[in-house]
């Protein structure tokens, strides 16, 4: 095993202690959280070492490195997760090669997502990013719709051809009434589920959670944490 192999499976195992011990004291079982690994800023060549580890889902944020990293691996069993901002104009790219795109955030963007995936011939997952730092009407800090603007994206995601809603996503956001409150955060998020799962039933993936705060995540009852920092280490400065 290369001493990068080796950091790497070092790391996934301390992540995969603290998923376990989280699902324990939350009354989970581990199989209903799944590890999506944040894999911005590293090469494909980790991206690869994971896969020999066991991981099989992926995110990036940027399609400037994701699409060369997935075209790279394209011969592994990997989901591909775009967790970023996206701007219309890279949507065909990421639609290239993404699974699911967590990020939807404004109609545009989900007429645009279905049009390219349409065109080739794709089934694109779609999860409504929540800003629950915003207004009712408003958008985040980091993107994301305000809760008041959930259902009417929802339903057009729901309509649109080539497009699955599949859940809810949200950062833990840095300012308004939950800052530094990241387990609050998350319970709304998940009363959020709650509410769209009403009128759509399997859109049931909820994805919250980093390396600083999976285990709130996991307590609030989240499907999906996203972990990079602690499985890659710190990243590089971008210069």
């Known amino acids: ?42 090469p494909a060549g980790d991206v690869r070492l994971l896969s020999e580890l066991g991981v099989r889902h992926v995110a990036e944020n940027r399609d400037q490195d994701a699409a060369p990293k997935a075209a790279a691996c394209s011969d592994l069993p990997l989901s591909w997760h775009f967790v970023g901002q996206l701007q219309t104009n890279k949507v065909r790219s990421v639609v290239g090669y993404a699974d699911v795109v967590q990020s939807v955030d404004r109609s545009k963007l989900v007429t645009a997502l279905s049009r390219e995936a349409v065109r080739a011939g794709r089934e694109v997952g779609c999860l409504i990013q929540v800003a629950l730092d915003a207004g009712e009407s408003a958008r985040g800090a980091r993107g994301g719709v305000a809760p008041g603007g959930i259902e009417e994206l929802a339903d057009l995601v729901a309509e649109s051809p080539g497009l699955r809603l599949d859940g809810l ?21 998940m009363d959020l589920s709650t509410d769209l799962r009403r009128g759509h039933p399997t859109a049931n993936m909820v994805s919250a959670g980093m390396s600083a705060d999976l285990e709130e995540a996991v307590a609030a009852g989240a499907t999906h944490v996203r972990v990079g920092t602690a499985v890659l280490g710190v990243r590089p400065r971008l210069g």
Do not use: D, S
Not at 1 to 7: A, F, S, V, Y
Not at 170 to 181: C, D, F, I, K, S
């Open 169 to 189: 996503m949200t950062v833990a956001p840095l300012t308004g009434e939950y800052a530094g409150r990241q387990r609050a955060a998350f319970e709304r998020l």
């Open 1 to 42: 095993m290369t001493e990068r192999k080796g950091e790497l499976a070092a790391n996934l195992a301390k992540v995969e202690e603290r998923i376990t011990a989280a699902c324990v004291a939350a009354g989970r079982k581990r199989e209903e959280v799944t590890l999506i690994v944040v894999t911005k800023t590293y």
